[in-house]
Structure formats: C-alpha cells, structure tokens
C-alpha cells in the first residue's frame, strides 16, 4: 500500500516570491507521481507527472517538481507565484507496476498567494 | 479532451431524501470514481468501478451505493441523505494508472 504526506496545510506568500510544497510518500513498490491543482469551487486538474526518466519534471503554469528517490519526495515549486496560483494542491501516487489504477492522494496544501 | 461532465453543480436536499449524483465521460474510459472532499481531511474514496455493472467499495461507503450501467456513466446514491453528507463530490475517470485521473467540476451537496 502507498500514502502520501503533504507536510504543510496551508503556505502563504507573497506575489513574485518562489515557493515550494512539500510531498512524501510511502511505497514498497515503485511509484508514479502526480500534482494535482484545485481552484476555488472547481474540481482537480492535472499540473504534472512523474513516470520514469528526468526527475526533474516540468508542468503547466511555469511549475516544476523533483522527483527524489533516495528521500522518497516529490516536491513542487515555482520561482515566482501569481496571485492566480491561490488554489489547493494535492500530491498522489500510483503504483508503478500499474497493479491496479489507484491514486492515494494526500491531504492537500492550499497555497495562498498575497499581494 | 476528456471531458467528466457532473450534473449539477451546487444541490440542496432535506434530510432522508434519496440523491442521485450523475457522472458521465466521454472518451471510453474503463475506470471511474467517486471522492468526497472535506476541509482538513482531502480526498475520501467512495466508490470505483473497473467495469460495467462492476463497483468496489473504497474508504468510507456506508450510506452511498453506486450503479454503472453504461460505460460511460457512474451513478452515485445516497440511499437516505444525512446533514453528515453535505459535501464537495468530485466525480473521476482513467484510463490505465499512468494516465492519471480527470476530473469533474464537483456537486456541492447541502443536505438541511
């Protein structure tokens, strides 16, 4: 079985300023890894995915994640937010060997972007 | 795009109604899913479906069933709505576990 671990809640910051949100995840098998982005009142939207290969994967919106095996993380981060990055984000795993086609998401990170 | 279509966005029932949530998509996806979504408790799986007429129960079922009648159709019940079940419903579909998931825009469901 897989979990994931988003390890802050809530990260404000300012607009322009870089940020990173913070995914861990538990596996005994190799993973696929997924961002998430849910903006207000909508549903989730795919932001990026890691698969195999480069770990470090690049998305929409001008966001980016590393994949860290060794550290078992998967971190997002953006050099400079926008106050239309305010959104909650979600972090989840899949299996890698594809037994099944679950994803166990965390418990989300909402990212509030101030002026 | 795939698009997951659910049918209503916002929904206001009155304690013991019955509630169907629709869920359709559009690009022959074999699996689908019903999440609800709670402040400070993320994602809770309801229900999945593999197959027509298949379901499988996830986290948290009890006071929910499902029908899957058509491929692209997930049907979510609330046999007798509770207050506790005023929720986001966020409705999913996949093609295979690397593809990752797509989404519907939600029901927020207020049950009085």
């Known amino acids: 079985a897989q979990s994931v671990t988003q390890l802050d809640s809530q990260v404000p910051v300012f607009e322009e300023a870089p940020v990173e949100l913070r995914c861990n995840y538990s596996?005994?098998?190799?993973?696929?890894l997924f961002w998430y982005v849910q903006y207000p009142n909508q549903g989730l939207q795919l932001l990026l995915k890691?698969?195999?290969?480069?770990?470090l994967v690049k998305g929409i919106n001008g966001f980016e994640a590393e994949f860290n095996k060794s550290q078992t993380s998967f971190h997002l981060r953006k050099p400079s937010v926008h106050i239309s990055d305010t959104a909650e984000y979600f972090c989840?795993?899949?299996?890698?060997?594809?037994?099944?086609?679950?994803?166990?998401f965390g418990g989300g990170t909402r990212l509030m972007v101030k002026p | 795009d795939v698009k997951v279509t659910q049918s209503s966005r916002y929904l206001v029932k009155r304690t013991g109604e019955k509630v169907f949530l629709e869920c359709v998509q559009d690009?022959?996806?074999?699996?689908m899913f019903w999440y609800r979504q709670d402040p400070g408790l993320g994602l809770r799986l309801i229900y999945f479906?593999?197959?027509?007429?298949?379901?499988e129960k996830g986290d948290i079922p009890e006071g929910y069933s499902v029908s899957r009648e058509k491929k692209e159709r997930f049907s979510l019940i609330l046999e007798s709505a509770s207050t506790n079940q005023t929720s986001m419903y966020l409705c999913?579909?996949?093609?295979?576990?690397?593809?990752?998931?797509?989404f519907g825009s939600g029901t927020r469901l207020t049950v009085v």
């Open positions: 999913a579909s996949s093609l295979t576990g690397v593809s990752g998931y797509t």
């Open positions: 596996s005994s098998v190799s993973v696929y």
């Open positions: 890691y698969l195999s290969g480069s770990t």
């Open positions: 989840a795993v899949t299996p890698g060997n594809n037994a099944g086609n679950m994803l166990t």
């Open positions: 690009m022959d996806h074999e699996n």
């Open positions: 479906s593999y197959d027509v007429k298949m379901k």
